[in-house]
């Protein structure tokens, strides 16, 4: 069972929402996850909040041997930059 660190695309056309969640490596984009960490709003507006994720989580489920995708490592390492300065 590989798992992998991934987006889940939500949201409408043109104004798209994301989940980041931990799925295994072989289920569908949209489809069946293990669990849910947090969101990304690439389209935040005003006091709306871009990001958040549950840096704790991710941190476990990457030592337990869960890879992440190219998009989820940019905003692990974005959140983590943003926690070190808040």
């Given at each position: 069972?590989?798992?992998?660190?991934?987006?889940?695309?939500?949201?409408?056309?043109?104004?798209?929402?994301?989940?980041?969640?931990?799925?295994?490596?072989?289920?569908?984009?949209?489809?069946?996850?293990?669990?849910?960490?947090?969101?990304?709003?690439?389209?935040?507006r005003g006091k709306e909040i871009e990001l958040n994720l549950a840096l704790d989580r991710v941190d476990y489920w990457t030592?337990?041997?869960?890879?992440?995708?190219?998009?989820?490592?940019?905003?692990?390492?974005?959140?983590?930059?943003?926690?070190?300065?808040?």
């Amino acid at each position: 069972m590989a798992l992998r660190i991934r987006l889940q695309r939500h949201g409408s056309t043109h104004n798209p929402t994301y989940r980041v969640v931990v799925a295994e490596q072989a289920s569908r984009r949209d489809g069946k996850f293990v669990e849910n960490l947090g969101y990304y709003n690439p389209k935040a507006r005003g006091k709306e909040i871009e990001l958040n994720l549950a840096l704790d989580r991710v941190d476990y489920w990457t030592g337990v041997g869960a890879q992440l995708s190219d998009t989820a490592k940019a905003l692990v390492k974005r959140a983590k930059k943003s926690a070190a300065n808040a």
